[in-house]
């Protein structure tokens, strides 16, 4: 049997800075393993996406894969804010509205449809973000943008992979993006989550 998994996201989907171990990397690599079912996964993470950016593509990627799994983990950049603690990269309004409009064009593929929840962040590193000096993730924005898609996976019967209570500082390479380790941990709760609801 095949079956066809489209991960969307950011950076922390796209898993930069791990050499090949991100969690979507972890998660091909275990499924490959299965000698009774063949699964396509097609990493879809875009370093810097944000919810607007993920709506803008979704369609095409969709289209052209016909997905039976859609994952999406997206919203760390939406929370960040630029310059102004009241500027937020995409407004929680917006996101809000982003995710649901996810959710009615995922559902054009599939009913299997799943939200990975976001990370935390070192603080210590990323207020600001080194590499982008007017760009701050602070962990009280993130748990807000957090509980949103929480809350809207709940409003619209969608699951939800919590991961904010995850992972630690040392989990995260530059503040911001796990680690190899860090996104081992992530694979770990995915797995999981994904087998109890008989996805792989």
Same mark, same amino acid.
């Given at each position: 049997?095949?079956?066809?998994?489209?991960?969307?996201?950011?950076?922390?989907?796209?898993?930069?800075?791990?050499? +090949?171990?991100?969690? $979507?990397?972890?998660?091909?690599?275990?499924?490959?393993?299965? #000698?009774?079912?063949?699964?396509?996964?097609?990493?879809?993470?875009?370093?810097?996406?944000?919810?607007? +950016?993920?709506?803008?593509?979704?369609? $095409?990627? +969709?289209?052209?894969?016909?997905?039976?799994?859609?994952?999406?983990?997206?919203?760390?950049?939406?929370?960040?804010?630029?310059?102004?603690?009241?500027?937020?990269y995409?407004?929680l309004?917006?996101?809000?509205?982003?995710?649901?409009?996810?959710?009615?064009?995922?559902?054009k593929?599939?009913?299997?449809?799943?939200f990975?929840?976001?990370?935390?962040?070192?603080?210590?590193?990323?207020?600001?973000?080194?590499? $982008?000096?007017?760009?701050?993730?602070?962990?009280?924005?993130?748990?807000?943008?957090?509980?949103?898609?929480?809350?809207?996976?709940?409003?619209?019967? &969608?699951?939800?992979?919590e991961?904010?209570?995850?992972?630690?500082?040392?989990?995260?390479?530059?503040?911001?993006?796990?680690?190899?380790?860090?996104?081992?941990?992530?694979?770990?709760? &995915?797995?999981?989550y994904?087998? #109890?609801?008989? &996805? &792989?």
């Amino acid at each position: 049997m095949e079956k066809i998994i489209n991960i969307f996201g950011d950076s922390i989907v796209y898993g930069g800075y791990t050499g +090949g171990n991100g969690w $979507v990397d972890y998660l091909r690599r275990h499924l490959e393993k299965d #000698e009774e079912k063949y699964f396509e996964v097609y990493n879809l993470g875009i370093t810097g996406e944000t919810s607007q +950016g993920l709506l803008e593509r979704f369609d $095409v990627e +969709g289209e052209s894969r016909e997905p039976d799994t859609i994952i999406i983990g997206i919203g760390i950049n939406d929370s960040c804010y630029l310059k102004s603690k009241d500027s937020n990269y995409v407004s929680l309004e917006e996101f809000e509205k982003n995710i649901e409009e996810l959710i009615e064009k995922s559902r054009k593929f599939t009913q299997e449809i799943f939200f990975i929840g976001l990370t935390k962040s070192d603080e210590s590193k990323v207020l600001p973000v080194p590499w $982008v000096p007017d760009f701050y993730c602070k962990n009280e924005n993130i748990k807000i943008y957090n509980d949103k898609i929480k809350e809207v996976c709940e409003k619209n019967d &969608i699951h939800f992979i919590e991961m904010l209570d995850l992972l630690n500082n040392e989990d995260l390479k530059d503040g911001l993006h796990p680690s190899s380790e860090g996104h081992k941990k992530m694979f770990l709760r &995915i797995k999981d989550y994904l087998k #109890e609801n008989s &996805i &792989i």
